[in-house]
């Protein structure tokens, strides 16, 4: 069987497919955040395991990078 590697730490994923491992390609949510942190510019490092405060943050995060969105965002609910 071909082995693959997570990318992020490298770990060792043996059966590999999103049934095993349901952050394919990463083998966690935390390499899941780190690939998102360092795709988002490098500078957010999480030395801890992940909460759900945290994944939050990201979202929120990625949410302020984005371009001003036009207001037709099926995402968002305007109260
Ligand atoms: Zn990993």
């Given at each position: 069987m071909e082995k693959v590697r997570c990318p992020i730490c490298e770990r060792t994923m043996d059966q590999h497919g999103p049934k095993e491992w349901p952050d394919w390609p990463f083998c966690s949510k935390r390499c899941r955040?780190?690939?998102?942190?360092?795709?988002?510019?490098?500078?957010?490092?999480?030395?801890s395991p992940l909460k759900a405060e945290d994944v939050e943050g990201f979202a929120a995060l990625a949410d302020s990078l984005k371009p001003a969105a036009p207001s037709a965002d099926p995402h968002r609910e305007e109260a």
């Open positions: 955040m780190v690939d998102l942190g360092r795709w988002l510019g490098g500078t957010y490092h999480i030395d």
